[in-house]
């Protein structure tokens, strides 16, 4: 298979271009515009909105294999498109369930793996609210203390609300043939105000048996769904030491982003030889790492020769996604921070922190 059609256009189809080029990969795009991240590298471009049903067959009748870069897309465009025989990884069974949150935690429960305590009604407060559809980057996610807190409207479920300790990320692998290899975990830090993800650290940094624990609930998660390619698990650990599944994406994701440097094999070089039937490579972490997200503080054309003078140095590498608006909150490009201990990343990466923010050009 030679042939990859990507379902989007943003920096995660950027990354798979770049990590799939040397494999002797092609690349079709289905992404709004020719200048979106992904679509300027891509070979060929499908313009269309990725709810287009006729756009979808289009890439998929291209491609020897189609996949996708983010949920929010149709469903229905890649039943169809499997329906002529085109392969599409992961399937679109796993879209369906990853895209209800309710019925994809309700299916890891009844696997018997580790979720917070599920209800369609609260059962006491306070509690965790969320949109069974269209959550993401921390939208469709409410704290409830009373009934009588404003909440998120009527396709919801609840969760209960967990003392949250650490969250863990773990990126899974899972070929054609139902083989599975998985990374090293990932802690996972957020803005509390943005519930954005703003810094990964690689190792984990927590003791052997807890990080052994996070990569089984992972992999069990992933076996679960049964996708073919690169799934992120996010994870809780509590303040009672569970390890919770918090959720699933089916693709390459943000967690996984310092494995372009860390790891012996990528999440995106990883997720494309999964789905074109080549070997599965190392996940093996090679060395420390600290991924910070570059993140919006203003709306405008970004300013993007004062991020690159800031962000420069030994161990400093910068991944620009060439996005052409910066608003406020938006992932702009990350770092990558590698060092010979975690110790030495983390300090370097507290030193750079503050200078992440992307600024519009005045």
């Not at 799939?20 to 300027?40: C, I, K, N």
């Not at 390619?229 to 509590?238: C, Q, R």
Request: hydrophobic share 40%; charged share 25%.
């Amino acid at each position: 298979m030679r042939r990859i059609g990507i379902i989007g256009g943003g920096q995660l189809g950027q990354m798979m271009i770049l990590a799939g080029t040397p494999l002797g990969l092609e690349f079709g795009v289905l992404s709004p515009h020719d200048d979106d991240p992904a679509a300027r590298l891509a070979g060929k471009h499908v313009p269309g909105s990725l709810h287009d049903e006729e756009a979808i067959l289009r890439l998929a009748e291209w491609a020897d294999v189609t996949t996708y870069e983010i949920e929010h897309i149709s469903v229905e465009g890649l039943e169809r498109a499997a329906a002529t025989g085109a392969r599409i990884h992961p399937d679109p069974s796993v879209l369906w369930l990853i895209n209800d949150k309710y019925a994809q935690k309700r299916a890891l429960e009844e696997r018997g793996i580790p979720v917070p305590a599920l209800s369609e009604t609260p059962a006491r407060y306070p509690v965790v609210q969320k949109a069974r559809r269209g959550g993401y980057d921390g939208r469709g996610v409410a704290i409830l203390t009373s009934p009588d807190d404003p909440g998120l409207g009527d396709d919801v479920f609840y969760e209960e609300l967990v003392g949250v300790a650490a969250e863990f990320a773990v990126i899974v692998a899972r070929d054609t043939a139902g083989s599975v290899l998985s990374y090293p975990p990932v802690e996972m830090h957020f803005d509390a105000r943005l519930n954005i993800c703003t810094r990964v650290v690689a190792p984990g940094g927590r003791d052997h048996h807890l990080l052994a624990r996070c990569r089984q609930v992972a992999e069990e998660a992933a076996r679960a769904i049964g996708g073919v390619g690169v799934t992120a698990v996010e994870l809780f650990l509590t303040t009672d030491g569970d390890v919770l599944v918090n959720e699933l994406a089916p693709r390459p994701h943000n967690s996984g982003h310092l494995s372009i440097e860390a790891h012996a094999t990528s999440q995106f070089e990883q997720h494309l030889r999964c789905i074109a039937g080549l070997p599965m490579g190392s996940p093996e972490l090679l060395r420390p790492a600290v991924m910070l997200n570059l993140l919006g503080g203003a709306t405008g054309a970004p300013a993007v020769q004062a991020v690159a003078a800031r962000l420069s140095g030994p161990g400093v590498h910068l991944h620009w996604y060439g996005k052409r608006e910066v608003r406020p909150g938006r992932k702009m490009g990350h770092i990558t921070l590698t060092g010979e201990t975690r110790e030495e990343v983390l300090r370097l990466a507290d030193k750079i922190e503050p200078l992440t923010s992307v600024e519009a050009e005045s």
